[in-house]
């Protein structure tokens, strides 16, 4: 009898340890790409970041500062004003403050987006998209994707 209850407790236990203590993992490959003038960008980080009404998401090598600031160039900088999730934001000028702001900056100074557009197609488990716009210097960006970890 003694040793029926010793025998079921470390089943018990073993399946516990095997079924129970499931250790969470996220490999999503959190990324940007893009064509800036002609030329491929790709970098191996992308995140987001809701900022009030807002939302924020920066595709970038290296790492981040404690600001949430990329450490390395390139990276592109895509500001959504009046967020609301799934949906298509459109940019028509550069005054901010009319529907966001796009900075590309590769170390040869930066460009701001004239018009294009923004769309996001997932919220969750993370936030996806493409993008496309004119820069104040004429260079197009287009084909932009994202998949980017949410914080």
């Not at 960008?41 to 970041?49: A, E, H, L, M, T």
């Not at 990329?70 to 009319?98: A, E, H, K, M, R």
Request: aromatic share 14%; hydrophobic share 35%; glycine share 12%.
């Amino acid at each position: 009898m003694k040793q029926t209850i010793t025998l079921t407790v470390a089943i018990a236990f073993t399946l516990l340890c095997s079924f129970g203590c499931k250790k969470s993992t996220d490999n999503t490959n959190y990324n940007m790409y893009a064509t800036i003038g002609g030329s491929q960008f790709w970098v191996s980080n992308c995140i987001s970041k809701q900022t009030g009404t807002g939302l924020d998401i920066t595709g970038f090598s290296g790492v981040e500062d404690a600001y949430g600031n990329p450490t390395t160039l390139p990276y592109i900088f895509l500001q959504i004003d009046g967020y609301n999730g799934v949906g298509t934001y459109n940019f028509n000028s550069i005054t901010y403050n009319t529907g966001g702001f796009i900075r590309v900056d590769s170390g040869n100074g930066y460009k701001i987006a004239v018009h294009g557009m923004i769309n996001i197609t997932s919220v969750s488990p993370n936030i996806q998209g493409f993008f496309d716009f004119m820069c104040n210097d004429s260079t197009f960006v287009n084909g932009g994707s994202f998949v980017a970890k949410h914080y």
